[in-house]
Structure formats: C-alpha cells, structure tokens
C-alpha cells in the first residue's frame, strides 16, 4: 500500500496566548504535535496535561503528544484518556517502555517512542514490536528553531528498512528542524510522520505551508 505523508505542526512555535485559535489554523494537519517539557529531562519547560486537554477538546485533529519528561510511566497515559491520537515517551527516560506503550495503548491511544539524535535504534528492536509511532529526533531536544541533523538520517533509513521487511510495524517520524529545505532528505530516507514547528507556525499561511511541505514530501518518498 503506497504511503501517504502525514504533517504534524508544532505548537511549540505557536502564539502560546491563543491556543485554540493556533490548532484551528492547522485544520488541514494530519496530527498536532503538542511538546511536553519539564525543565528535568530537557533543560526548557512547556505545558502539561490539563492544557493538552484543553486543546485536545477544541483542536479540529488529534494531539500527537511528544512527552520530553522523566517519568513518563506517570504521566502518559493520562494523555490518552484525554484523546491524544499518539503519546510518545522517551526511550532514554522509561525504565520499561514496553510497559508504558501498554497502558498508552489500553487508554486508546497509539503509543510512540522517541530517540535523542545520539540514541542508537539497535538496543530497542524488541521493544519496538510493542509501538506504533517511532519518532527520530533530528534535532537535540528541547528548542524549536534549531538546524536539522542530517548525521540522523541513517537511523531513519533503518527504521525504514526494518518496516518494508516486515519486522516493524510503525510510522517512522521526524522531529527538529524539518522545512522546505530538509523536508526531502528525510521522506526520502523513509519518514512519513514530519513535525514541523517554525516551518508552519513562522509561515504567512500555515494551510498554505502544511500542503506545500505534504507535497514535497510525497514527491520525494520511495515508490
Ligand atoms: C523540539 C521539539 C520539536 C520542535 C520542532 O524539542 O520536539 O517538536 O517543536 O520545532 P522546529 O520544527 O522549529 O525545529
Ligand atoms: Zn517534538
């Protein structure tokens, strides 16, 4: 079955004060990314769950909700019984992630697990069996605006690979510094899920920006 890609704007690079108004501006998105942060696991702090919840109950698309926290066994699955479409904890912050992606799942959502650029893929090949999302940071966590790690880029050909093989059965998702000048290098390495903060929240037209992104990457996916 051909691949479609999937365009998740960032609400990390929205106006903070009007939130509701910021998820209705990307109705045309296939997820919204809604980035957690704690000031422990990486050094900024965002929101939590009750303004996830709040968003999640007006936004016009499912919340993809990246948890950059400690803890996440704690607190993840609450994101689901919210709503969230996807809930994706940190490889390097759950003690048993399988675990955790088992309550996410039983509360309705997909569960995700995400990989700091530095974090090898190899040491979660079993673990990944129990995922739905594998999200690839190609950016150090924490920041938006920051400049797209290419070094990364393997890591995702591989989850590609292991996915067109049949031992992984997941989106492949890239997060950090994806815009119309990297959008390519990653679809074509074998992402399908693309988080982009600045690159639509920064632009005139968000609509406009999240339809010229989809095409790019679409046109540049393996056939
Ligand atoms: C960074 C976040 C990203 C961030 C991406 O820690 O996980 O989701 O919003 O922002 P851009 O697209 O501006 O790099
Ligand atoms: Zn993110």
Sequence with gaps: MPREPMIAPSLLSADFARLAEESRRVSDADWLHFDVMDAHFVPNLTFGLPVMAAVQAVSPVPLDCHLMIENPERWAP???EAGAG?????AEAAADPRAVARDIRA???LAGLALKPGTPLEGFLDVLRDFDTLLVMTVEPGFGGQ???ADVLPKVRRARELVDAGHLTLFVEVDGGINADTIEQAAAAGADVFVAGSAVYG???PGKAIEALRAQAAGAMPA
């Design 78 to 80: 609450g994101y689901a």
């Design 86 to 90: 996807n809930v994706t904890i940190h």
């Design 107 to 109: 509360a309705g959502a």
């Design 147 to 149: 400049e797209f790690i």
């Design 203 to 205: 632009a005139d037209d």
